[in-house]
C-alpha cells in the first residue's frame, strides 16, 4: 500500500489528476531507490519533498501497550476500606499480598510499555536519520516528470495540460516555456523523447517584494466552473480548424506571459523600502502595470473560450 499526503502552497496551480500523478511518481521513486529526489530544470528549484520516515528497508516497530490509566493507578493506591465485621490477622495478610501482587504487575506493564515507547522511539529517530541522510538524485529529469504526467493524465483523459505540473512542482512564480522536441524520422519511434522541453524562468521577487504583491493581489470565485477538458478542447479544436484570430490570440498570451515576468522583476529590483504601506510610487505604478495586463489578458480569454 502506498500513501502520500500532498502539501500545497496556495496558487501552486495544481490539479487534482497532475496532484495524484506528481506524487505518486515522487513517492514510488523515493521508496524504491531510497534517495531523494532533487531534479533541477535551469534555475528553478523543486518544490515537492518527500519524508520517508519508516523506509522500506526497516521493520515497522510493534505499538507498545497501552500505559496503565491514571484512575486504575488512583485506584490501587487508595487505602483499602473495611469491610463490615471484623477482619482477622489472615485476612489481613492475604489482603496485603494480593496488594503488593497487584503492585508488582502495575509495575511490569509500566516497565514494558516504557520499554516499547522507547524503542519505537529510537527507530523513528535511527529512520528519521537514514531519512536525512538520503543521497540525492537527479533522475529523473523534471522534464521527464512533467511528461510523465502529461502522459499519464492523457491515459486519464483527463485533458490536463503540462502547465499545471510545472507550475506546481516548481518553487516561485516562474514563466515556463515549451518547445517541441525533434520527431526525427515519419518512422522513428520516439516514445517520451517525443514530448516537450522546458525553459523555466523563475522571477527576481524577493520576499518583501512577494509580501507586497500579495497584499495587493485578491482570487475572487465567480462561480463559474470549467473543466480543464472542456477549455482545451475548445481552444484546440479552434486551433485546428484555424479559427480567425485565434493563432494572434494565442501568440499575445504568450507574450504577456514575458511582460508579466519583465514587470515581476522591475517590482523585486526596488529596495525594500519600496514595499512599506501602499509602497512608493514605483511599486504602485508597477502593480498597475500587472493590473493592465491581467485585464488585457481577461479580454484574450473571452475570445479563446467564451
Known sequence: ELRTRVDLPRGSGL???SVLALAAIHAMHELSTGCEWRPSLG???WAGASAVVVPPWSVVPAEPAAAPAAADEAADDAPAEEADGEVGGEGEEAAAAKKAEERKEKEARAAAAAAAAAQKKQ??????AQTKSRPPIAWPTARDAFNAVLAVEQLMTTGGGWQDQAGGALVGARLTSAASADLGEAHEARGMDSLPDYEVRVARLPPPAAAYLSR???CVFTGAVRLAA???KGVVDAWQRRAPGVEEALRACAAMGKDMADAFD???SLPTAAFVGDG?????????AVGSILERHKVLQERLWP
Not at 527507530?123 to 528519521?128: C, V
Not at 512608493?280 to 498597475?288: S, V, Y
Open 123 to 128: 527507530r523513528e529517530d535511527n529512520a528519521a
Open 230 to 232: 472542456t477549455v482545451a
Open 266 to 268: 522591475r517590482l523585486g
Open 43 to 45: 534555475d528553478a528549484a
Open 15 to 17: 490539479g487534482s489528476s
Open 216 to 218: 495587493h493581489v485578491a
Open 280 to 288: 512608493t510610487p514605483e511599486a504602485r505604478a508597477e502593480l498597475e
